[in-house]
């Protein structure tokens, strides 16, 4: 089983990825990694990986962009997959032509708790990625977050995480 996982910037999407994936087990795929890989081997590379990336979500989109991803993905033994990050609705759409099961996952925390975490101000990227989270690409699906199945806390104590990891790993197993 495919679960996403979506959220601002500096929420802990990338920690709780890493916390899910011992207490379920899961396996990590991680998107950026993956479009860096993609941006190599890619016969329309530039020099920025960045910005090749943003020219290929306008030129192919992101439904077809996250296609791409996925065909490099490698089921693993494990039962649990977890993506980090989802970050518009096209994107999970695709994620849901490979996995009609997978599970979308909401991390969220404040405004006071995300910004020290992050490298300067990112309220400009939080906007555009809310204006994702509501694309109208889906005439039946208007919004990324009616998606979400789950939602943990980005700012609570390591012990308290790991105990919203266990009830989620008892969900997950309840759901199948």
């Given at each position: ?34 479009l ?46 977890i ?51 509501h ?17 943990f ?24």
């Amino acid at each position: 089983m495919i679960i996403g996982f979506t959220g601002l910037h500096g929420s802990g999407k990338s920690f709780i990825c890493g916390r899910c994936s011992v207490i379920l087990p899961a396996v990590i795929f991680d998107k950026r990694n993956e479009l860096k890989l993609l941006h190599m081997v890619s016969e329309l590379r530039g020099d920025n990986w960045e910005e090749w990336y943003r020219n290929e979500y306008k030129r192919i989109g992101p439904y077809q962009l996250m296609h791409l991803i996925l065909q490099r993905f490698r089921h693993a033994a494990c039962a649990f997959t977890i993506i980090d990050a989802i970050h518009n609705l096209q994107e999970w759409r695709a994620v849901k032509d490979v996995d009609a099961s997978a599970l979308l996952v909401g991390v969220f925390a404040p405004t006071s708790v995300r910004l020290p975490r992050n490298i300067g101000d990112h309220s400009e990227w939080d906007q555009q990625r809310v204006a994702y989270w509501h694309e109208r690409a889906d005439p039946h699906h208007m919004c990324l977050m009616a998606e979400i199945e789950w939602a943990f806390t980005g700012c609570c104590g390591v012990d308290q995480l790991d105990a919203q990891c266990v009830q989620f790993r008892d969900f997950l197993c309840n759901r199948r």
